[in-house]
């Protein structure tokens, strides 16, 4: 990240032998490139299109433009679901607004029928659209549904520690803590109470990384419905009405 006084900044991002490059300021992106030529052999293939297997649009879509959104500052993540015919949906992103982050964090409890084991799902949000999600198998089996769920808020601080450094160094301090939204209460009060008891004396220490963020207020988690729990699309299979409910929480349009 490079800023100036007048407030100009560059963002630079590198994967391998791929350079990303976006900011405020067209006459810096111009300079990068230029400094950039001169160093190493490199080719320009202008606008983003592909990144990572995403695929990015830019332009005046009719979406776009009906929405009042801003041209060329957003753009979609698209997958194809050639079965459920949802290859033209993706994700949006607007420019500026609130940058703050929240999350939903959920779990499952031992669906998986050969080893019982729970599944992880948690989603984080910027603005009205998800940005960053993780859909996994627990490595322990769980002995109650509450043990599960507060499994899968721990992982989702951690996930959120790293995104609250990441947008401090990028610029964009998060002064409130961050609410992730949890739809077990037992889960929600062992996290916040460090007393040991029958129920949870057994759940190895360092599942209990999230009392800390909590404490210091970088953490808070809420309780929701189990209706809106965004993150439920991550942890097992749904009905169709449920799955395109789910899929419009996650901020998905057609494009």
Known sequence: MKQDADGSILYVCLCVDDLIFTGN???????????????FEMTDIGLMTHVLGIEVWHGDTEEVRDGDMQSSDEFGQQWTRTEEKTYSDGLFYQSG????????????WGRDLDERKSTTGFV???????????????????????????????????LDIWLRNVLKHLGFLQELPTKIYVDNRSAIALAKNPTYHERSKHIDTHYHFIREHVKAKEVELVSCRTNDQAADIFTKP??????????????????
Do not use: R
């Open 238 to 255: 749904l009905k169709h009405e449920a799955f395109v409910e789910m899929k419009t929480m996650l901020g998905m349009k057609n494009l």
């Open 124 to 158: 984080f949000f910027i603005g009205d659209t998800a940005f960053t999600w993780t859909s996994k198998k627990q490595a322990i089996v769980m002995l109650s549904s509450y043990e599960a769920e507060y499994i899968t808020a721990n992982s989702a601080v951690c």
């Open 97 to 108: 607004g609130d940058l703050n982050i929240f999350g939903y964090s959920d779990s499952d």
């Open 25 to 39: 300021n067209p006459a810096m992106f111009e300079a990068f490139k230029k400094t950039m030529f001169q160093e």
